[in-house]
């Protein structure tokens, strides 16, 4: 446990952006299994929606710094390449 009076206001900020982050990266990939769910069912309204908002977690998580960008483009491509071979 901290004593300085620094380090304990460290710990209350690390908290609240440790809750923040995983908010953004769990919210990304649910969105992401919910399209691969869709794809895999053939629900192409649905997945198209569910790819919609894929993409957008995926930049915000990337916007954010969670997740690095050479990732955040190697999962939009793999997850427009499920969604044109399906087609």
Known sequence: MPNIKSAKKRVRSNGKREKANTIVTSSMRTAIKKYEKDIKAGNM?????????AVQRIDKAMKNG?????????LKSRLMKMKNEKK
Do not use: G, I
């Open 45 to 53: 309204e649905d997945a198209s929606k569910n790819l919609n908002t």
């Open 66 to 74: 969670l997740v690095h960008k050479n990732k955040a483009a190697r």
